[in-house]
């Protein structure tokens, strides 16, 4: 029997929240698989930057389902994927979390095993380093989350609160024509800080918190960071810019994730917001482009 998954995008930090927090978005990944009898695996692609994505056992779903088969201690021989994906890739937006949550739990799926939430975050941090994106994606809505255990080299457990976030607030995400690698965005970070841009930061992540949970409270100045967002915006010209733009109806702007995607939360004037910040890309020279989302309450959904 074919399995077919649907999983959201992602936008990760949030400013200052750095490697704990992320809200879901209604960009999706959607992937089918059947079970393969001969065995191996048969990946099959359609949708967005087609080129930077590997078929066979490379591909990022193939490597969740035999994760998921080896912590569940099951036999799953191979399958033949189907993947249908509008997350761009490389751009900080969540595809590779969307893409771990997607195997985890078409390999559930296919080993015939309930698909058990702490497994499946435990997994899915493991693969993807922190645990923001692939909790968003999992449960859907704004969550900001923890790993506690695994210092003994193995996966730790992942703690974390979630709520839905409001209708009324729109996303906007300004993605500029040059991906960035999350390698290269956390190489530029230094391995200290001082205590105050730490403090600094701690106390808008509470409040960022505090804001989503509560349904009100956002404003530009809790989105402001000193962790990784001044060392990143310098990869891509414009960026900077775009975190010092400021616009009736503006509740905050970040880098998503990684980048090199930079995203806007609005009230209203979203339109406006958006042409905006494509113009500060393009007045640094580089490209850029407007998508316009909204929170995403779901979550991951395995479709019957």
Not at 59 to 72: D, E, G, H, M, P
Not at 179 to 198: C, G, I, M, W
Not at 280 to 300: E, I, P, Q, Y
């Amino acid at each position: 029997m074919a399995v077919r998954v649907q999983v959201p995008a992602s936008a990760a930090n949030l400013g200052p929240a750095f490697d704990c927090a992320a809200i879901a978005l209604n960009l999706h990944l959607r992937v089918s698989a059947e079970p393969r009898s001969s065995g191996g695996f048969e990946v099959r692609y359609r949708g967005v930057n087609e080129d930077r994505v590997p078929s066979g056992e490379e591909n990022l779903i193939v490597k969740a389902i035999r994760s998921f088969a080896a912590a569940a201690k099951a036999e799953i021989a191979g399958a033949r994927i189907e993947i249908e994906n509008d997350i761009p890739i490389g751009v900080g937006l969540g595809s590779s979390a969307a893409a771990i949550i997607a195997g985890l739990l078409i390999g559930a799926e296919l080993a015939g095993r309930t698909p058990e939430r702490a497994l499946l975050l435990r997994e899915a941090a493991t693969l993807e380093h922190h645990p923001d994106n692939v909790t968003a994606a999992l449960c859907g809505g704004f969550v900001v989350a923890a790993t506690a255990g695994g210092d003994s080299g193995g996966p730790g457990e992942v703690l974390f609160h979630r709520c839905d976030v409001s209708e009324s607030l729109d996303f906007i995400a300004v993605t500029p024509d040059r991906p960035l690698p999350t390698e290269k965005a956390r190489s530029v970070l230094p391995a200290k800080y001082s205590r105050q841009d730490v403090v600094q930061n701690l106390q808008r992540v509470a409040l960022l918190t505090a804001a989503f949970c509560s349904g009100s409270g956002l404003t530009p100045e809790i989105f402001c960071d000193r962790i990784h967002q001044p060392y990143r915006s310098a990869l891509i010209p414009g960026i900077a810019d775009c975190l010092d733009f400021r616009h009736e109806g503006l509740a905050g702007v970040f880098i998503s994730g990684a980048g090199s995607s930079v995203m806007a939360i609005a009230t209203k004037n979203a339109t406006e917001i958006g042409d905006a910040l494509v113009e500060k890309f393009s007045g640094n020279g580089v490209k850029a482009r407007a998508t316009h989302l909204k929170a995403d309450n779901r979550g991951a959904q395995i479709l019957r």
